[in-house]
């Protein structure tokens, strides 16, 4: 069930933002003082964490790409890779709360 909540709330974000272009990514994010683009950076940096500990591999930088506009398929990309890694349901469902954090965050 939890690799179907992660999925359903990367969709979502995916929707929210994937038509963004950079002056929407370069805004700030809601109550904060990080952009848009940052705070999404941050949430693929944690799924793919996620994804490295479950695999029993060494954390890595995620690559900032030269265009934010890039940013909702990294996250697809680190998202299927958790799931692939088998990570087990408390951390599918504490990867799916991150996204809906964030999403709310937009």
Do not use: C, F, Y
């Amino acid at each position: 069930m939890s690799a179907a909540e992660l999925d359903r709330a990367v969709e979502l974000l995916v929707r929210q933002v994937g038509h963004w272009q950079q002056p929407r990514w370069s805004a700030p994010a809601e109550g904060g003082n990080v952009s848009r683009a940052d705070l999404v950076h941050k949430l693929v940096q944690e799924i793919a964490n996620l994804a490295a500990d479950a695999e029993g591999e060494p954390r890595r930088q995620v690559p900032r790409l030269g265009s934010d506009l890039a940013l909702p398929d990294q996250l697809r990309v680190v998202a299927a890779d958790l799931v692939a890694a088998g990570a087990p349901e408390p951390v599918l469902a504490e990867a799916a709360g991150t996204v809906t954090a964030t999403r709310a965050a937009l």
